[in-house]
């Protein structure tokens, strides 16, 4: 049963693998993730390999290799139990196996160890993750334009994300707040993002850590009248984050999303009320202006015949 589900998982996602496949970052990734592997295996190259095996053979796992690739499966299962979409399950893939080979690596000759962390650190500075460009409809606020924004009109709700580009959380995070805003944008309740990782300032005044050891990126506010009413995650007094999963159930439930939508849409209907009200009057207003000028106007005097 797991692995009809996994296969129909995979069948499903195919369309987007096959985008991945066309990227330096994912390519190169792959490529990392399985060199043990294919050094281990790979003939006329794993017959000059060291080995703990007793019988020898050099073109397959000893017992200590076993015992690291499992407690990789291990930790990458652990991991994918908090992982919400399918970036962040391939992202825990690449980086706990990047880690088991350098392990790999080291233990079975230094110099290649020395190569693959080498190897490692060149695809890190080169191939950035790819940034997610779908549909959304998401304000970017700037170090200037945030405060003026949120105050500008008291009836407007704004979930604002502050994130950081180089934080896999927040790109992990991004097609779920672009999905958000797609669902529950409307004029009452809008959806921001601040590059805190840009604008410093911001960070600051809005009490947002970039630090990775603080774990508070990303971060989302509620801002009802110009002032933050919920923020998620929570900070303890030592400034850490409190532990908190950014799923889309868990985000509609703790910003009464779908209250704040009604309310929303509340404030839709009576601006078109107030429109048509506005065009009713207008005609009125023009006919009302229109009578003194009449008025002046002396209607022919009738001839006596006529009376």
């Not at 933050?228 to 799923?247: H, L, N, Y």
Request: glycine share 4%; aromatic share 12%.
């Amino acid at each position: 049963m797991v692995l009809i589900t996994g296969l129909c998982t995979f069948l499903y996602h195919l369309p987007q693998i096959y985008k991945w496949l066309l990227k330096p970052y994912y390519v190169s990734s792959l490529l990392m993730t399985v060199a043990f592997l294919a050094v281990r295996k790979a003939p006329g190259v794993c017959e000059h390999l060291a080995t703990q095996r007793e019988d020898g053979n050099s073109c397959d796992f000893d017992w200590r290799e076993t015992e690291i690739l499992m407690f990789l499966c291990a930790i990458v299962m652990m991991k994918n139990r908090r992982a919400i979409t399918l970036e962040q399950h391939i992202g825990n893939v690449f980086l706990f196996s990047k880690v088991a080979n350098v392990i790999l690596f080291f233990r079975l000759d230094i110099r290649l160890g020395i190569v693959y962390l080498a190897l490692c650190v060149a695809c890190v500075m080169t191939c950035k993750p790819p940034l997610y460009m779908g549909p959304e409809y998401i304000k970017y606020f700037s170090d200037k334009t945030i405060d003026e924004e949120l105050q500008k009109d008291s009836r407007i709700s704004w979930i604002v994300e502050f994130y950081a580009n180089w934080a896999s959380d927040c790109q992990s995070f991004a097609p779920v707040f672009a999905d958000l805003s797609i669902k529950y944008n409307c004029a009452g309740l809008k959806f921001g993002k601040v590059d805190i990782g840009r604008y410093g300032e911001v960070s600051n005044r809005y009490k947002v850590s970039t630090s990775p050891l603080s774990k508070q990126l990303p971060t989302l506010v509620l801002f009802q009248e110009g002032r933050e009413m919920i923020r998620r995650p929570m900070v303890d007094k030592k400034g850490r984050a409190v532990s908190w999963t950014f799923s889309e159930e868990n985000i509609i439930r703790e910003f009464n999303l779908n209250e704040l939508f009604q309310k929303s849409k509340k404030l839709n209907k009576s601006r078109d009320l107030k429109e048509e009200e506005q065009s009713d009057v207008q005609p009125k207003e023009v006919s009302n202006m229109l009578l003194p000028e009449t008025a002046d106007v002396q209607p022919p005097t009738e001839s006596k015949k006529d009376q």
